[in-house]
């Protein structure tokens, strides 16, 4: 895909993955919308940081009318917010595995809903969902981010099959561990971690390849 002049939406910008993958997006001369919750420290004429909750419907709604009310379709979205969540099956709080589920899982589907018709009209669009290693193989104490990103890697490969044919290309990354701040929040260490800006280069090339080639499952870990 040619990124230039293109739209680009990419959810969890604020930081990590996501925040490296906009200044690369910006960088091609993509009009790149943001959307977190703390604000995107991207100071880029090309960027644009729209304050949302991804596991509100509303308020993703209202991204998604504030970008399409200025652009004819959405050519990339790429839903990249997540979190990380480890605990026992016995002190997993039924409220933190909802708030992992919507945001992990549910708010890939919100977003998604929202760009395939303009990509449907002019048969061309990429969408990239990050999920992780933990989406293809079972952790300990992981029972509830593998069940967040099984579902993503589930998602996306019936999307691949309801889509190739309209000319959409949906592309699933299956990270391992990189050094983001994911690590700190989900309160676990890792042993080896990825730089954060070559996972962002390994979406970006997935995006950049030709519009017939669909790269529908990339994994990527520590050597
Ligand atoms: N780091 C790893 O080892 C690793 C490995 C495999 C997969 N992944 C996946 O990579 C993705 C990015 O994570 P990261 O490693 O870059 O961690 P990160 O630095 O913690 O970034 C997470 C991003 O998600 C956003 N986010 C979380 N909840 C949100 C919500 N409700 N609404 C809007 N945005 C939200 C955060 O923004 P706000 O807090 O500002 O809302 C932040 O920008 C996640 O899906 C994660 O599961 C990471």
Known sequence: MELKGKTAVVTGSSSGIGFELCGLLTDKGTSVYGLSRRRTPLE???????????????????????????????????????????????????????RLIATNLTAPFLCTRRVVPGMKAIRRGTIVNVASIAGKRGFRNGSAYCASKFGLNGFSEALVEELREEGIRVCTINPGSTGTAFFEHAGIEAKKLMKTEDVARVILSMIELPDDMLPDQVVVRPL
């Not at 644009?48 to 909750?53: F, Q």
């Not at 709604?61 to 959405?74: G, P, W």
């Open 44 to 98: 880029h004429p090309g960027f644009t940081w729209l304050e949302t909750d991804v596991t509100s419907q509303e308020e993703t709604d209202r991204a998604f009318d504030t970008v399409l009310n200025k652009h004819e379709q959405v050519d990339l979205l790429v839903n990249n917010a997540g979190f990380g969540l480890f605990d026992s099956i016995e002190t997993i709080d039924p409220e933190a595995w909802n």
